[in-house]
């Protein structure tokens, strides 16, 4: 083909084209816009969140998945039975001593599955928090250990709550409790309880702040239903929160009052329906250091953390963390109430040997009281007579349970989000009861246990 006949094929291709490019613009710009919205990170709220297209709100998921496999020595165990109230409306507990080493799961797997779902969206008056968490098991802690934690297949609320100008109203962790009862996989005897609660709170210069919660007062009942029973609850429990936390350190005051309403001695005796006030004390502290601050910089990388605390209840046991040997308070025949008493106590430490591997250190006890008052005992049962030897006169009775825990873990972070751990348990508890005023033989139990577990936290 000649020049001039290349130069026209040429010349008419580039106008076909740039027709058909007309065409199509004019086609697009005929057609509504459509604008494209992604969802991009909220930078101010930190790692994890992002924003919801078309609002104001940001918006985190989590999903953590644990699986262990725990190992538990146990050979004897404590089994306190309440009796009926005697003639004469004595009270009576008879503990004892059970072998469950040929009936006991001495090996058992548990997965726990928890996704969460964090909505934070600012306002005038503060940002509005929704937080929600479900999973399919429960906290363990060495004070529930003793129960049948069965993992379910159904995934429950474990939390669910609004946060807004200062008012949390849901379900959460006590205001009474402090941060956790320790650093290890299993919890010591510190008081760790998800309960229904409306609460306000008060920042001062964010270091300092003050917290008064109105909470679900049957998350709190320790009773057994012969000599404690609970009736109707007539006001939530009240719970006070002081914290103050210092660069490097934390520290709290709470306290918790409990209405004790009885109906047991209404039962059994047709006494009235009483009740009487109890309360619970706590005082808690965490301190941060890195170690080359102190030791130079040959421990640089290396962190610590302690934790220390303690509680004291009268008619309010369940603050304490301790595990259900006791009951809140004993009532007579009349339906005189006699508050229990006890206290327990925490000291953890943390120990980062570098940003992937660490180990934690826990230790904790406790100690509770409880008994009636003086009646005359008339007669008593087959039962009875055998374990205490009295078969009348004047008797009351009086129990004390007490017990330390002993916990060491470690724990090695390969990746971000993936966690290989193990924790050893020791405990040691021991009862004592106390008939007219004549000790009974002290019973003592101690229990090994061992988890190793993996968590992949997404």
Known sequence: MSKPGVAIVTAFLTVLTLAQGAKAQAADHAKPKVKAAYMQACPGLGYGFVDIPETSTCLKLGLDIIYEMRTDLVHND??????????????????SVQNLWATADHVMPRLDIQMTTLAVTPTDFGPLV????????????????RLVQTPSSTFFLDQGWIS????????????????????????????LRKTNLLAYSKAFNNIFRVSASLEDPTQRQQVDGVISGSGPQRWPDLVGQIRFAPKNALFQLSGAL??????????????????????????????????????????NGMYGRLMVTAAYSRGALAYLGMPFFATDYVADADGTIHLS????????????WTPFV?????????DA???????????????????????GGMFNFTYRVRGWGAQFGNEFTPANGLVFGSEVNYTHDQIRAIYAGVPGNPMAVNIWSGTVYVKRLF
Not at 78 to 95: C, D, E, H, K
Not at 173 to 181: E, K
Not at 358 to 364: G, H, L, N, R
Not at 369 to 389: D, H, I, K, W
């Open 78 to 95: 404590f089994s306190a039975t309440p009796t009926q109230r005697l003639l004469g409306g004595v009270p009576v507990i008879l503990p």
């Open 130 to 145: 929704v937080f929600a968490d479900g999973r399919n098991s429960v906290d363990v802690t060495l004070a529930n250990d």
């Open 164 to 191: 807004w100008a200062g008012i949390t109203a849901g379900h959460q962790q006590s205001y009474f409790d402090f941060t956790s009862p320790g650093y290890g996989y299993f919890g010591g005897y510190s008081s």
């Open 258 to 299: 409990h209405q004790n309403i009885d109906t047991t001695a209404n039962a059994c005796c047709n006494a009235p329906v009483t009740s009487k006030e109890g309360y619970a004390l706590l005082a808690g502290m965490e301190l941060r250091a890195h170690w080359s601050d102190y030791f130079g910089p040959k421990f």
């Open 341 to 352: 008493s006890g206290y327990s106590a925490l000291v953890s430490y943390e120990h980062l």
């Open 358 to 366: 660490k180990s934690t250190f826990t230790f904790s006890g406790y």
């Open 369 to 391: 009281r409880m008994s009636s008052g003086l009646a005359n005992l008339a007669a008593v049962s087959p039962s009875v007579t055998a374990a205490t030897g009295f078969t």
